[in-house]
């Protein structure tokens, strides 16, 4: 077996599991509203320092992760800023890992096509193309939902399901349910052993499994520490954002991309890749190519 080919192979295949979100579980205002009030302890008490629970799950061939968080912006900001293939195209490049994004068609046919690959500048007839169905299943003045769907990935992954919901909780707060799933097989799982006994063998998620002899807490590691650092830096493209909304047009690409790194680097023990002008320089070389060719994927 070709083990750099492999060891690419995982990198992408880990690479496209940041964007399969899975169907949200509550599907209207009232049954996210209601989750909202079920989670009011952990929201209080979460070890981020901020109102946000991050999940994870595996069972046989499958993976899962999500994201429930209160994010500072009115709905009347949330709502408007988070649909639209466009809109997500300017997020999801925000991610180390997303090359190049498009979107085409118009409802009930829309496409949202990515190129995804490695951690640093590369052509992108290096990466992989994933092609997403595109829905909002759901649009009011008190509920946002999201769909986005693949049927296939790298190596043998399939069965993408991407979805986001929000809702409003006063004013000047949103509530945001981000959820991802994905399905794999031998290829894929064998591609990820690599990834993780060589350049992951060292990293780790955000779930405390435990503490160590010195009372430190031990942290998840292996594939769902993968699921877990990605649902993070997935979450913190949709804040940052948001968060740039209101700055003046000519300055928003740049603020994202600037807001994003900061806030990933405040993680960095997780989510640590790589230097702030290294990110900038890469990311900012990714929005030129894409502004000069975005049509690319499709």
């Not at 993780?196 to 769902?224: C, M, N, Q």
Request: hydrophobic residues 40%; proline residues 5%.
């Amino acid at each position: 077996m070709n083990i750099t080919w492999t060891m690419r192979s995982a990198a992408l295949a880990l690479a496209l599991t940041l964007t399969g979100f899975a169907p949200a579980q509550a599907q209207d205002a009232a049954a996210l509203r209601a989750k909202h009030d079920s989670l009011q302890a952990q929201l209080a008490n979460s070890p981020f320092q901020r109102p946000l629970v991050l999940e994870s799950a595996m069972s046989s061939g499958d993976l899962k992760g999500e994201v429930y968080a209160i994010v500072d912006q009115p709905f009347s900001v949330t709502g408007p800023a988070l649909q639209g293939m466009d809109h997500w195209c300017d997020l999801l490049i925000l991610h180390l890992n997303v090359k190049h994004c498009s979107a085409a068609g118009a409802p009930p046919s829309e496409v949202l096509s990515l190129i995804v690959g490695r951690k640093f500048d590369q052509p992108l007839s290096d990466g992989h193309k994933v092609r997403f169905a595109y829905s909002m299943p759901a649009s009011s003045s008190d509920y946002l939902r999201i769909e986005m769907m693949a049927d296939t990935g790298p190596l043998s992954t399939r069965n993408y399901r991407l979805a986001l919901e929000a809702v409003p909780l006063d004013e000047k707060r949103s509530f945001v349910h981000m959820s991802y799933s994905y399905a794999y097989g031998t290829a894929a799982r064998l591609a990820m052993q690599i990834y993780l006994a060589t350049a992951g063998h060292d990293k780790i998620g955000f779930s405390i499994t435990g503490k160590g002899d010195d009372g430190k807490p031990i942290y998840i590691d292996g594939v769902r520490g993968v699921v877990e650092r990605n649902t993070m830096r997935y979450f913190l493209a949709i804040e940052s954002y948001l968060g740039a909304v209101s700055a003046p047009p000519a300055e928003r690409e740049e603020k994202r991309l600037r807001d994003w790194f900061a806030a990933t680097e405040r993680h960095a023990a997780q989510l640590h890749e790589m230097e702030r002008d290294e990110y900038l320089t890469m990311k900012r070389h990714e929005l030129q190519r894409q502004h000069a060719s975005p049509g690319t994927p499709r």
